[in-house]
């Protein structure tokens, strides 16, 4: 089996029944909903909802209370070589003294194994996923030293690169300009065209409809999940955000 191939007929995510508690102090309880391939998730909800330990349980980082998360039918540790995450942006130290390339060539080993080099081949693909996001004049600069709008689209190149299934992005869109936005939005159908599935922790209530296909609507509790039209409803968006908000969705 190729490293990209997927178990076949396998959800990419499937939780069940999940609890996740910090020093017993629960934040999400009993989460349960299934996300098909293919398919653009938006997972939306107010600060402190739950999201982020939402991808910390997904990946293994945290221990659930109760309940369990699955990626392709198996825990993440037996599934990581199909998964590929975009981590939030400030969440990673810059010091570390490396380039552009060399962030995205890190994608590549999973690819590679650890034992073999990257070689010209290598190179060139990580240069091709630095050129889509329009970064391939910065190839050689320090991470340390481009804007955070770079540093994010540096990440997404990296997580082209890598080829996964399944993609965990942690809010890609915040604090990035007009253009790098309209550069993710068209990276993420990208990825859709290829049949990959894509689940993003997003905060802007106003492009849900615009980005996603499905949205998975979160505070604490799973206020709702499944297709944009259906669930992304001024009901359901209250009930999340409690009160009335902006809202620009479909019902
Ligand atoms: N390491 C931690 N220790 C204790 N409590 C935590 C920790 N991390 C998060 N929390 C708490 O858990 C709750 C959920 O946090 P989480 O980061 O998952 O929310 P979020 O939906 O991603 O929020 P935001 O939109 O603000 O990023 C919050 O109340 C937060 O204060």
Redesign the pocket.
Known sequence: MKETEAPPGAFPLEVRGLTAA??EKP?LWDVSFTIPEGQLVGVV?P???????LLKVVMGVMRPAAGRALVFGRPFEKARRWVGYVPQRGSVDWDFPTDALDVVMMGLYGRLGWLRRPGRREREIALQCLEKVGMSEFARRQISQLSGGQQQRVFLARALAQDARLYLMDEPFAGVDYRTERAIVALLRELKERGRTVVC?H?DLSTVTEYFDRVVLLNGRLIAEGPVQEVFTRENVEAAYGGSVAFAGGG
């Open positions: 910090y020093r934040v909800g600060n402190g909802a739950g999201k982020t330990t922790v905060h």
